[in-house]
């Protein structure tokens, strides 16, 4: 069931609900008000036909007549007169006798003065009449038929009106509904004309800063998150695919040469050599490329534990001299610091990595390939201090340094991939760690990587 419809039905449903309550009212109070009405001329009834039979004396026999010929037109008021003796007076028609008057009536009547109920949907009415001192009983039953019949008739009127109103109701629902819808339908046929190919279509914004305003406001603004991160993606793929095909093309061209023609021992070690040097650049392209992937991970899929940063930095600095013989890491500390002054919260492995590239950074960028680590607390962060005496980064190239891929043009100082800081920085964002980077051309850099405390 589309909206659009279940909003007329809601809409009808409540009206019909409420239209019902007030419909049951209006005729419960009219019958009501009927009820009420006919047991007052059925008092007035019993005391004239007293007043004409006791008091004007007329004939009994007249009076009969009178009701018995108005009977079935009139729906004539039947009254029977008795006297303090529970004696018949007068009865309109002894034969058709409908109230049966009994001692325990007249008992009631004498009590209450007057007592009225319903019998077989006759109204009936006892009551005590003083006349000339004398008390007498007087009952007197009719049927409402032209009270009932009004009531027939306005609940017909009714139940025709309710019909007719539903209907109305409906389709007036209906038609607003549809009006109300109409922008949200117009958004769903835009939306449908974006894909992959066509991301920089925008749905229309209504010009009231309404809902469907704020909807269509934030949808664009989701495409606009997705069409960067949809090019930034296509970009890094054609990066990737230009970083792999060069040491590629590089590994094909040297084995093609050495094949062509036949080489001395010499020389094919060379050429082993030259496609080892390349080879082994693709696996570390293939994993850093590995790890960022790794890193840009969504924070809840990553294990975080409360860690001590000393030592997880003696960790990567142990690692990186393993794999790099001329490299030194000198580590500014030596256990001067209180456990809980540098415990921070955060995943081991991602931790190291991004200490391990600021690192290697600060090695390969100097001469003295010597990286200085240094600690420092503030109240509510631990900051780790990577310094070197190296070449310094370009200002134009600060800005940039971050990008994946970017490399510095400090670059033919030494190989890389323009991962690694970009990796850093994603590491850094997963910690809610700060990294800020102060360096000038030939003056040395200095990385400090701030991340807050844990506290227990
Ligand atoms: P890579 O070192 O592989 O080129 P990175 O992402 O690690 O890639 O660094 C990006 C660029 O930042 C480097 O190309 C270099 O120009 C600059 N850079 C980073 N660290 C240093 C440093 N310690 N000293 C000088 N330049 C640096």
Same mark, same amino acid.
Request: net charge negative; charged share 25%.
């Given at each position: 069931?589309?909206?659009?419809?279940?909003?007329?039905?809601?809409?009808?449903?409540?009206?019909?609900?409420?239209?019902?309550?007030?419909?049951?009212?209006?005729?419960?109070?009219?019958?009501?008000?009927?009820?009420?009405?006919?047991?007052?001329?059925?008092?007035?009834?019993?005391?004239?036909?007293?007043? /004409?039979?006791?008091?004007?004396?007329?004939?009994?026999?007249?009076?009969?007549?009178?009701?018995?010929?108005?009977?079935?037109?009139?729906?004539?008021?039947?009254?029977?007169?008795?006297?303090?003796?529970?004696?018949?007076?007068?009865?309109?028609?002894?034969?058709?006798?409908?109230?049966?008057?009994?001692?325990?009536?007249?008992?009631?009547?004498?009590?209450?003065?007057?007592?009225?109920?319903?019998?077989?949907?006759?109204?009936?009415?006892?009551?005590?009449?003083?006349?000339?001192?004398?008390?007498?009983?007087?009952?007197?039953?009719?049927?409402?038929?032209?009270?009932?019949?009004?009531?027939?008739?306005?609940?017909?009127?009714?139940?025709?009106?309710?019909?007719?109103?539903?209907?109305?109701?409906? /389709?007036?629902?209906?038609?607003?509904?549809?009006?109300?819808?109409?922008?949200?339908?117009?958004?769903?046929?835009?939306?449908?004309?974006?894909?992959?190919?066509?991301?920089?279509?925008?749905?229309?914004?209504?010009?009231?800063?309404?809902?469907?305003?704020?909807?269509?406001?934030?949808?664009?603004?989701?495409?606009?998150?997705?069409?960067?991160?949809?090019?930034?993606?296509?970009?890094?793929?054609?990066?990737?695919?230009?970083?792999?095909?060069?040491?590629?093309?590089?590994?094909?061209?040297?084995?093609?040469?050495?094949?062509?023609?036949?080489?001395?021992?010499?020389?094919?070690?060379?050429?082993?050599?030259?496609?080892?040097?390349?080879?082994?650049?693709?696996?570390?392209?293939?994993?850093?490329?590995?790890?960022?992937?790794?890193?840009?991970?969504?924070?809840?899929?990553?294990?975080?534990?409360?860690?001590?940063?000393?030592?997880?930095?003696?960790?990567?600095?142990?690692?990186?001299?393993? /794999?790099?013989?001329?490299?030194?890491?000198?580590?500014?500390?030596?256990?001067?610091?209180?456990?809980?002054?540098?415990?921070?919260?955060?995943?081991?492995?991602?931790?190291?990595?991004?200490?391990?590239?600021?690192?290697?950074?600060?090695?390969?960028?100097?001469?003295?390939?010597?990286?200085?680590?240094?600690?420092?607390?503030?109240?509510?962060?631990?900051?780790?201090?990577?310094?070197?005496?190296?070449?310094?980064?370009?200002?134009?190239?600060?800005?940039?340094?971050?990008?994946?891929?970017?490399?510095?043009?400090?670059?033919?100082?030494?190989?890389?991939?323009?991962?690694?800081?970009?990796?850093?920085?994603?590491?850094?964002?997963?910690?809610?760690?700060?990294?800020?980077?102060?360096?000038?051309?030939?003056?040395?850099?200095?990385?400090?990587?701030?991340?807050?405390?844990?506290?227990?």
């Amino acid at each position: 069931m589309s909206l659009q419809q279940r909003i007329s039905l809601l809409f009808t449903a409540i009206s019909a609900g409420i239209l019902l309550v007030f419909m049951l009212i209006v005729y419960f109070s009219a019958n009501q008000n009927r009820k009420v009405e006919f047991y007052e001329i059925l008092q007035k009834e019993a005391i004239t036909k007293v007043n /004409l039979l006791l008091e004007t004396r007329l004939d009994a026999r007249t009076l009969q007549t009178i009701y018995r010929e108005n009977r079935e037109i009139l729906y004539e008021v039947e009254v029977a007169i008795y006297n303090e003796d529970y004696e018949l007076l007068y009865h309109d028609a002894v034969d058709i006798d409908f109230v049966k008057e009994t001692p325990d009536m007249f008992g009631r009547i004498e009590s209450e003065q007057i007592i009225k109920f319903v019998q077989d949907k006759w109204q009936v009415i006892g009551q005590l009449v003083t006349l000339e001192g004398k008390q007498y009983f007087v009952t007197a039953a009719a049927f409402d038929a032209y009270g009932y019949r009004n009531l027939e008739n306005l609940r017909n009127t009714m139940l025709f009106s309710f019909a007719l109103g539903l209907a109305i109701i409906y /389709l007036i629902g209906w038609y607003f509904s549809q009006k109300a819808l109409a922008p949200i339908r117009g958004m769903i046929s835009e939306a449908q004309k974006i894909s992959a190919s066509n991301l920089d279509l925008r749905l229309q914004v209504p010009k009231h800063r309404d809902e469907l305003g704020v909807l269509a406001e934030t949808f664009n603004e989701m495409l606009e998150r997705l069409e960067k991160s949809f090019d930034s993606q296509k970009q890094f793929v054609s990066y990737i695919s230009h970083e792999l095909r060069t040491p590629l093309s590089v590994i094909i061209a040297e084995l093609e040469l050495s094949q062509n023609k036949k080489r001395s021992k010499d020389e094919y070690r060379e050429t082993i050599e030259l496609v080892l040097a390349d080879a082994k650049k693709l696996a570390k392209l293939s994993s850093t490329l590995l790890d960022f992937a790794k890193a840009g991970y969504d924070k809840s899929e990553i294990n975080f534990k409360a860690m001590r940063v000393d030592e997880i930095l003696l960790d990567a600095s142990q690692e990186l001299q393993a /794999l790099n013989q001329g490299y030194r890491v000198d580590l500014d500390f030596k256990g001067e610091f209180d456990e809980d002054d540098i415990t921070v919260l955060g995943n081991s492995y991602l931790l190291a990595m991004a200490f391990k590239n600021l690192m290697e950074n600060a090695c390969k960028y100097s001469l003295d390939q010597t990286c200085r680590c240094s600690i420092s607390t503030t109240k509510q962060a631990v900051q780790i201090a990577f310094k070197d005496n190296g070449v310094g980064i370009e200002a134009t190239d600060m800005e940039e340094i971050f990008n994946p891929f970017y490399r510095g043009t400090n670059r033919n100082i030494s190989e890389g991939t323009g991962i690694g800081l970009a990796l850093v920085k994603r590491i850094a964002n997963l910690h809610e760690a700060q990294i800020i980077v102060e360096s000038k051309k030939g003056d040395g850099s200095l990385f400090t990587f701030i991340l807050p405390k844990y506290y227990s």
